[in-house]
């Protein structure tokens, strides 16, 4: 946990870090057909609010889990641990 979320965001860059955000914007990319760089952190919101429109254009990347049917969302964790799982797959596909 961080109180300003802003400020970990920016040192995270600072360190050569991309950021990755993880919601369902208009130029988000699907996780599975995306090039990803690494080291790569990634960012989950709020399952209601999302993240700040700051944190939106501080990120390198977005990425969305690709739905089908009526339902374009999921449970916060459940797509966090989607994505840590596609990443990781990325990641050992990288080395």
Known sequence: YAKDSIEV???I???GTSLALIEQTKNSQNIFN???SFPIC???GNE???VSEELVKLSDIQ???PMN???QSLNVSVA???IGYELLRKYKLSN
């Open 69 to 71: 049917g009526i339902k």
């Open 34 to 36: 995306s090039d990803i």
């Open 13 to 15: 860059k600072s360190e």
């Open 42 to 44: 990634f960012i989950v």
């Open 48 to 50: 209601v609010d999302g």
């Open 9 to 11: 965001a920016k040192r």
């Open 63 to 65: 990425l969305e889990i």
């Open 80 to 82: 966090t641990g989607i």
